[in-house]
């Protein structure tokens, strides 16, 4: 059974930092092409890009606004990702995750293109 499960989320100050995982299992990370992580502001609105992974060609995409401060990473061994988040700020709150295309082509960094998703994991910003 394929399971994609994030951690690592929670309170921080602004200006603070939190790294996420996602671990996979029932598949091997590295199969897929395209990884990323997305984010979901409040329930039921819509979830935008943060970063992706695409591993043919190498590329790493961002979302504009959050270069600089957010970087994906990954661990073959571990079968995980993971993405570092840097100078937290009170707008990134959100609902955090990880997600899969199952394209074997290079996909844009859109949720519409990813298949498979982990729970998420919330991530706060305040004093």
């Known amino acids: 059974q394929v399971q994609l499960v994030e951690s690592g989320g929670g309170l921080v100050q602004p200006g603070g930092s939190l790294r996420l995982t996602c671990a996979a299992s029932?598949?091997?990370?590295?199969?897929?092409?395209?990884v990323g992580w997305f984010r979901q502001a409040a329930p039921g609105g819509g979830r935008e890009a943060v970063a992706c992974i695409s591993r043919r060609p190498a590329t790493i995409n961002y979302a504009d606004s959050l270069s600089g401060r957010f970087t994906p990473s990954e661990d073959n061994a571990e079968n995980s990702m993971y993405l570092q988040m840097n100078n937290l700020r009170p707008h990134d709150p959100a609902t955090y995750y990880c997600g899969l295309s199952s394209s074997y082509e290079p996909v844009a960094c859109g949720p519409m293109l990813f298949d498979y998703w982990g729970q998420g994991t919330q991530v706060t910003v305040q004093d």
């Open positions: 029932g598949l091997a990370l590295d199969s897929y092409n395209n």
